[in-house]
């Protein structure tokens, strides 16, 4: 083996004085550096930092090494200590301590139960059993007035069915009825559809409990003014377009309106050509009254007169007389040469007496000339029918079916 001295050798194999002097230094640099780690070890193990071998004199305090020259003691680097944190692993914590969650959401809105909810104070709610005979019917806020949403399912299908039928009672009977006969007719299609559908919880509370009789036949009486004034729309659009009054001046229009209201000229197949003029068999049979008869029974997604065809087949006359009325109302509405809709309803103290006249003129025909007006009839039906797939039927009119309507409309 090699001894550590001949690693001091120079080049050429020979020792030097230099060399020797450089290896006597570094053994007492290792020798101290030993002794200060051996203190240093001893120190740290709790004696008070007293060194056993140490001399008890004290003279001679022993040298102690920092941390950065004891690689072996010094603590670990900053860097190191983090990574062991981050790989310790996650804290558990047991099922029956749970750990709140922090969030930087707002709050949430309490949301309450069905049962919870009170009522607000404009609507009264009253609970209402599909089974009991003595509950009443809530009242929706619009007023206290009652609305189809404010019944359960079972009873507002009944009502809306109900409804229709009275709406297709008034065009088919009366336009026109007054408080007592809306009523009596709202109880009885009430009553008649509880029977078709056999809906015998909702029929006898009908007769029992009297608020809920009164709220559905309010229900049934605000048909009156909704049929009006859907059928006025129709005829608005009809009348404005088939005589072309918005693309007149006002002067023009004034003098066709007024041409149009002369002793109910506007009933003729053509009511603006000379009355000597006139082609025969014209009266009732402006093109007007088939067309707004077919856009408001026939024209629908769901059409009445499809739902209830024995009501309309044929056209009866108080259907007739109800479109001639609409049709007087629009033309009222233009008298000015201006359309002024907003400024006259289309109510019953207004239009309920000239809906009778067109009554009796229809009756005063038929008795004349029963064929030529049941042909109208007739023919109003298979031409609305036409709107929904059928056949338009041919004009079959014939000169003895010529009556004038100023012998209708002006005689008592």
């Known amino acids: 083996m090699v001894d550590e001295d001949d690693n001091r050798s120079d080049s050429n194999g020979h020792y030097s004085e230099e060399d020797d002097e450089?290896?006597?230094?570094?053994?007492?640099?290792?020798?101290?550096?030993?002794t200060g780690t051996k203190c240093k070890r001893q120190v740290t193990s709790g004696d008070e930092g007293i060194n056993p071998d140490a001399d008890s004199?004290?003279?001679?305090?022993?040298?102690?090494?920092?941390?950065?020259?004891?690689?072996?003691?010094?603590?670990?680097?900053?860097?190191k200590q983090q990574k062991k944190i981050q790989n310790k692993g996650p804290d558990f914590v047991p099922a029956n301590t749970p750990k709140p969650v922090k969030s930087n959401l707002g709050l949430r809105r309490k949301v309450l139960s069905a049962h919870q909810r009170e009522p607000s104070p404009a609507t009264t709610v009253t609970s209402i059993s599909e089974h009991s005979t003595t509950s009443s019917i809530s009242s929706s806020s619009k007023g206290?007035?009652?609305c189809l949403r404010d019944l359960l399912p079972a009873s507002s299908n009944l009502t809306s069915a109900t409804k229709t039928l009275f709406r297709v009672w008034m065009a088919t009977s009366d336009g026109f009825p007054d408080r007592t006969l809306s009523t009596q007719m709202a109880k009885q299609t009430y009553l008649e559809i509880c029977d078709e559908r056999q809906a015998t919880a909702q029929k006898q509370r009908f007769q029992e409990d009297r608020s809920v009789s009164t709220q559905i036949i309010r229900l049934m009486l605000d048909c009156r003014s909704q049929l009006r004034?859907?059928?006025?729309?129709?005829?608005?659009?009809?009348v404005t377009t088939y005589y072309n009054l918005s693309g007149m001046n006002q002067l023009d229009v004034i003098t066709t309106i007024k041409r149009l209201l002369d002793k109910a000229t506007y009933i003729h197949r053509e009511p603006l050509v000379e009355r000597e003029k006139r082609a025969p068999g014209g009266v009732y049979r402006n093109p007007l009254i088939q067309q707004i008869i077919s856009n408001q029974w026939f024209s629908k997604r769901n059409p009445e007169a499809q739902q209830h065809p024995i009501q309309f087949n044929?056209?009866?006359?108080?259907?007739?007389?109800?479109?001639?009325?609409?049709i007087h109302c629009i033309l009222q509405d233009w008298e000015d040469g201006l359309y002024?809709?907003?400024?006259?309803?289309?109510?019953?103290?207004?239009?309920?007496?000239?809906?009778r006249h067109h009554i009796k003129s229809l009756k005063k025909l038929e008795g004349a000339k029963s064929s030529s007006v049941a042909?109208?009839?007739?023919?109003?039906?298979?031409?609305?029918?036409?709107?929904?797939?059928g056949t338009a039927?041919?004009?079959?009119d014939s000169d003895d079916d010529y009556i004038d309507a100023e012998d209708l409309v002006d005689s008592d």
Do not use: H
């Open 229 to 238: 004034n859907v059928l006025k729309n129709q005829a608005k659009g009809a």
């Open 314 to 326: 044929p056209i009866p006359l108080e259907t007739i007389a109800l479109v001639c009325t609409a």
């Open 393 to 396: 039927p041919g004009n079959n």
């Open 375 to 389: 042909k109208l009839q007739i023919e109003l039906w298979e031409g609305s029918r036409a709107m929904m797939g």
């Open 340 to 355: 002024q809709g907003s400024k006259r309803s289309f109510d019953y103290d207004s239009y309920e007496p000239i809906y």
């Open 57 to 79: 004199s004290g003279s001679e305090e022993p040298e102690l090494i920092s941390s950065e020259e004891d690689p072996i003691n010094s603590p670990a680097p900053k860097q």
């Open 144 to 146: 206290g007035k009652l």
């Open 22 to 34: 450089m290896g006597e230094a570094e053994d007492e640099s290792n020798a101290k550096q030993i």
